[in-house]
């Protein structure tokens, strides 16, 4: 094992502090959860990573999500110059938009008519406030563990950096705003019928992760996801899957084309982007056509439907569509499963496994885990340690143990199996 040195990540970062709160900007790439600093980044081709010191990664966040043709995709990178050349931003209607449209909702069963925005957060906190609006009710219910953005209604036992840094509300929320999110456990059918009887008529939307990314990946039980479109049918309620991280990732259509459950809305993110700021909310036309200005539920965007962002999710889902990487993906990450399941068996460490298509997580905790009660049971510290060591080794995972980590299809054979063998190295060395 060469010795890595992290100086001029050290630098830059001591600097970045005075700049800026934690020397970031988003919580989730500050290492909080696992100690120590973050490594600044200056470059990223295919499944690596290089840090401003000059070492190369593995690299298994591939920006939270959106990486899933690794990065520095040829034609992504193509696109976007193509797009830059005629002007980076008009405010005003393009050709370009349709394009994108058209793969949307082509590609996910729920959506008929879609509205682009800049990000995550955006389409969620959108999507609610159409499903409010359609509705003409009140209540939201989601589910502890589950991460929709930092939307303050949704900022309520939240997953992801929230989860990490264990604020359940973050102080700027209102009770007011509060108040009207119904938290329940994830995976749990019995609370979530008693919460249609107690609040019958009052409930304008149930949002969740339909393969949850941000407590770790935890996989939807059959039956939950049934009561789910049964229970916002019988009751008119709406009915979103945040499929920001899910969609185009665990299948191209979603996890509602793997599932077989059509959401009423759908809201996306990371890779629509193609590495961008993008992100999209849609669903069925009846719901879509509230939104301003083909009806009264007001939504706006300086920079939506921007022509470079398009442009790169654009080039990304072309490429998905045309060359689906899925059963790749799915070859590529069962053996990194299979692997580090084994790396922990082997050290004698209590463990489980969970994935779906190329997104997972090593919980060290026995299993399943199916909601954040079982996730926060989990051993922090042993992530942490094994997160370090393989930092050492130049294998970059996410630097929590809520975070599911991604694959990309530019992993390989020769990327796995340094992977695994690292992962052996150091819980070996952990337990020793
Ligand atoms: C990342 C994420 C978001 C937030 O998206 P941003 O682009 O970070 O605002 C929302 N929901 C889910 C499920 C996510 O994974």
Redesign the pocket.
């Known amino acids: 094992m060469a010795t890595i040195t992290r100086e001029r990540s050290h630098e830059i970062f001591t600097r970045a502090c005075q700049l800026m709160p934690g020397g970031v900007n988003s919580p989730a790439r500050a290492f909080g959860a696992v100690g120590g600093e973050p490594i600044i980044m200056q470059s990223a081709s295919g499944p690596y990573i290089t840090d401003v010191d000059g070492n190369q990664y593995v690299d298994y966040i591939g920006s939270?999500?959106p990486m899933i043709l690794g990065h520095s995709n040829l034609a992504v990178v193509e696109a976007v110059q193509k797009a830059t050349e005629k002007g980076t931003s008009f405010g005003a209607p393009t050709a370009a938009e349709n394009r994108l449209a058209e793969l949307v909702i082509e590609a996910v069963p729920s959506i008929e008519k879609v509205r682009l925005v800049n990000?995550?957060?955006?389409a969620?906190m959108s999507a609610i406030r159409v499903a409010r609006g359609y509705t003409g009710r009140d209540l939201v219910i989601k589910f502890a563990g589950n991460?929709?953005?930092?939307v303050d209604s949704l900022l309520v036992s939240a997953g992801?950096a929230a989860a990490t840094l264990a604020v359940p509300n973050s102080p700027g929320v209102t009770e007011g705003t509060s108040k009207d999110t119904i938290v329940l456990p994830y995976n749990d059918v019995d609370k979530l019928t008693a919460a249609f009887a107690e609040y019958a008529g009052k409930i304008a939307c149930v949002i969740l992760?339909p393969v949850v990314?941000?407590m770790g990946c935890v996989i939807p039980h059959k039956q939950f996801l049934t009561a789910l479109r049964d229970l916002t049918t019988e009751h008119g309620s709406v009915l979103i899957f945040?499929e920001?991280?899910t969609g185009f990732r665990v299948a191209y259509g979603g996890a509602q084309s793997l599932y077989g459950v059509t959401p009423d809305m759908t809201?996306l993110?990371?890779i629509v982007g193609g590495g961008l700021p993008l992100?999209a909310y849609g669903g069925r036309a009846e719901i879509m056509d509230q939104v301003l200005p083909a009806g009264k539920v007001f939504q706006a965007g300086t920079l939506s439907g921007n022509p470079i962002a398009t442009a790169a999710g654009t080039a990304t889902l072309e490429q998905l569509k045309s060359d689906p990487p899925y059963d790749r993906l799915e070859k590529t990450c069962s053996r990194l499963a299979e692997g580090l399941s084994a790396a922990a068996k082997a050290a004698g460490l209590e463990h489980c496994v969970q994935r779906v298509g190329s997104m997972m997580t090593l919980f060290f905790h026995p299993g399943p885990v199916n909601s954040w009660d079982d996730a926060a049971k989990c051993d922090t510290t042993m992530f942490g340690k094994f997160f370090w060591g393989m930092m050492d080794r130049g294998i970059y995972l996410p630097c929590s143990q809520y975070e599911a980590l991604f694959v990309s299809a530019q992993h390989g054979d020769d990327e796995i199996t340094k992977t695994i063998a690292s992962a052996h190295e150091v819980l070996a060395q952990i337990v020793a």
Do not use: A, F
């Open positions: 939270w999500g990000s995550g957060t955006e969620t991460y929709h953005g930092h992801s992760e990314g941000n945040d920001v991280m809201t993110g990371k992100g």
